[in-house]
Nanobody, 119 residues
Framework: QVQLVESGGGLVQPGGSLRLSCATSGFTFSIYSLSWYRQAPGKERELVAVITSSGGMPNYEDSVKGRFTISRDNSKNTVYLQMNSLKPEDTAVYYC????????????WGQGTQVTVSS
């Protein structure tokens, strides 16, 4: 069955870094666009970063541009989110998403990993 398992979250001080990983299985990873979303308490889930199946130029939410980097390793069926210069407002549960459009569209989610930025 399809699985997306996030890891790498935790507590970090402002200005620190974390690297999130999302290990996947059960689908053809290489043909899916991959995204990271986050949801802070009392707020809607928002798109943070996305990388297409071709691995072309990623897109980022404005508040994380220059600080976060999304990447994928098709040999490991894993997507990453490198987060630098973390701010308290980055505190949220982070979710990975795999998406395929078209006639046989699919949309898969992980369970999320908590990131807390606090001194």
């Amino acid at each position: 069955q399809v699985q997306l398992v996030e890891s790498g979250g935790g507590l970090v001080q402002p200005g620190g870094s974390l690297r999130l990983s999302c290990a996947t299985s059960g689908f053809t990873f290489s043909i899916y666009s991959l995204s990271w979303y986050r949801q802070a308490p009392g707020k809607e889930r928002e798109l943070v970063a996305v990388i297409t199946s071709s691995g072309g130029m990623p897109n980022y939410e404005d508040s994380v541009k220059g600080r976060f980097t999304i990447s994928r390793d098709n040999s490991k069926n894993t997507v990453y989110l490198q987060m630098n210069s973390l701010k308290p407002e980055d505190t949220a549960v982070y979710y990975c998403n795999a998406n395929k459009r078209g006639v046989f569209a699919r949309d898969y989610w992980g369970q999320g990993t908590q990131v807390t930025v606090s001194s």
